[in-house]
């Protein structure tokens, strides 16, 4: 894991904490619409269904909200900045949590559970207590942080399994998520010489090299945030987003594709 860097990006928690909300009632209106056999249909996220992708969109917040329901941990394990990168080693975990919460559930009735149940533990919650997650004590104000992230990016990953359902993005969700995962290639690629755009969320330098102090710099990438989310997270790889120019690159260090993903 790469070292975490002192964060220096704020996040407000009362717009994070809307965002969040936001993001969960937009796919809990999308999960109610969708038809057992569109809830059959095949994902990109191995042998998921879209019932499993949907019954895991349900316990990202259904996390937090047990969480919330433990005793205060003693002690901050888990920076913002290390979270990216621990991911990957819960898979294994998520996914077997992930098959037992679908396996026979009533959507509609988790989604409910899960909204009623994190309304009522947010609402006189601290931003600076600390929550137990997979990977030792965070704030609630970083591990929310870490929610719009997730609730994101399964967004997408919703909207690609549905053809023509079109779950909308909270604005607030979607920036977080975007400066999180460019922060994230940034504390994993340490330097300067090369500038990452992800309009209008993100810009962060990176790659050690000679450091550029004025104009225009010599090795610049810029991407959409919805691509930039998908290289990030192994969703596209970088050769497939450059054909279909849906990234551009500049300068011999612009290349990211040995940097990519950054999140499992």
């Known amino acids: 894991m ?6 220096t990006r704020a996040y407000d928690p009362a ?7 936001a993001q969960f009632g937009h796919v ?30 349900a316990a990202v917040l259904g996390t937090l909200h047990r969480a919330l329901d433990q005793a205060e ?12 990168f621990a991911t990957v080693t819960a898979a294994a975990r998520v996914d077997e949590d992930t098959r037992a919460a679908a396996d026979g559930a009533d959507l509609d009735e988790l989604f409910a559970r899960t909204a009623a149940g994190i309304g009522a533990s947010l609402q006189d919650a601290p931003d600076t207590r600390l929550v137990p997650s997979r990977f030792g004590a965070m704030t609630l104000a970083d ?8 609730l994101v990016v399964h967004t997408d990953d919703l909207n690609d399994a549905v053809p023509g359902l079109d779950v909308p993005y909270d604005r607030k969700a979607l920036g ?8 994230a290639l940034a504390v994993k690629a340490p330097g300067a010489s090369t500038e990452v755009r992800i309009p209008p969320y993100a810009v962060v330098q990176c790659v050690a090299g000679p450091r550029h102090t004025r104009g225009t710099p010599p090795n610049v990438v810029e991407t959409d945030p919805l691509t930039w989310i998908r ?6 790889d970088w050769a497939s987003a450059l054909d ?15 940097l990519l993903p950054i999140m499992g």
């Open 73 to 84: 941990p003693g002690r901050h394990e888990v920076p913002l900045m290390d979270w990216p």
């Open 2 to 7: 790469p070292p975490a860097k002192k964060r």
């Open 143 to 150: 591990f929310l942080v870490t929610r719009a992230v997730e």
């Open 28 to 57: 809990r209106e999308a999960v109610r619409t969708l038809t057992p056999e569109q809830l059959a249909r095949p994902t990109r996220l191995g042998a998921w269904t879209v019932r499993e992708l949907a019954a895991h969109l």
């Open 231 to 236: 290289l990030a997270t192994g969703r596209t």
């Open 15 to 21: 717009k994070t904490r809307t965002a969040v909300l």
């Open 244 to 258: 279909v120019a849906r990234v551009s690159a500049s300068g011999e260090r612009a290349d990211l594709s040995g």
């Open 176 to 183: 977080a998520c975007v400066r999180l995962l460019a922060d």
